[in-house]
């Protein structure tokens, strides 16, 4: 389990280069949704590795540089958390919707947390004071284009109700609050959590140098 709990982001990437490579040999055999579902869980394993894996620094980012942690290698964010977080978001409201086409409102779901990402990596860009910050590729050239085309053809396809977009927005409450902000910054946060995060995930020489570089600007 401790190895899943430092690798599942370099395993998930795997599975979406794996689905990436295969997705040609059955794209006819699927409807456009389908498509744009699975382009966007692989847009999601390529967002999470960027955060964590290369040139990651996510875990730096939000326990040492935006909430000042006295235990930065384990609080309020741990390995634990964001393994149980990020693994149940991809997998239950990326991937599992694929599977249920017609529930227009799961697959949709997904979509907005993508799109709405903007905001959080903005504020990344904003603490970095660069254009780039992990997970800006994946946001940028994935989440976005692929969502905004899934809500046109979903729109001009009468395929998404009201209902369906209550329902959306529910999942992506669901995800922020519960997932993100309760399990991740409360039940799951622990000054004594015995789950750091590893000398190597919290130390990417990309982020550290450029936030060094900010520091001694001032």
């Known amino acids: 389990m401790n190895f899943f709990r430092h690798n599942w982001y370099k395993i998930g990437l795997f599975i979406g280069i794996i689905t990436a490579i295969t997705l040609p040999f059955y794209w006819s055999d ?3 949704v389908q ?16 955060e964590f894996g290369y040139p990651g620094g996510v875990p730096y980012l939000m326990n040492v540089e935006q909430c000042h942690s006295e235990y930065p290698d384990r609080y309020p964010q741990n390995a634990n958390a964001v393994m149980i977080g990020n693994v149940a978001t991809t997998y239950i409201f990326y991937l599992l919707p694929v599977f249920f086409p017609n529930q227009i409102w799961f ?28 997970g800006n ?11 905004i085309y899934f809500i046109y053809y979903g729109v001009t396809h009468n395929l998404i109700s009201g209902l369906d977009w209550i329902l959306a927005i ?49």
């Open 107 to 134: 697959g949709l779901g997904g979509v907005i947390i993508g799109l709405l990402q903007i905001t959080a990596h903005g504020k990344l860009s904003m603490m970095l004071k660069s254009i780039y910050a992990p």
């Open 170 to 218: 529910g999942v992506f409450l669901f995800v922020g609050v519960v997932i993100v902000g309760l399990l991740g910054y409360k039940i799951l946060a622990d000054k004594n959590s015995p789950y750091p995060f590893t000398k190597e995930e919290m130390s990417r020489p990309w982020v550290i140098n450029r936030m060094s570089k900010i520091k001694g600007q001032k």
């Open 137 to 147: 590729l994946a946001v940028f050239l994935g989440h976005i284009p692929i969502g």
């Open 30 to 32: 699927i409807n456009i």
């Open 35 to 50: 498509r744009l579902l699975l382009l966007n869980f692989i847009a999601m394993t390529v967002h999470q590795f960027e």
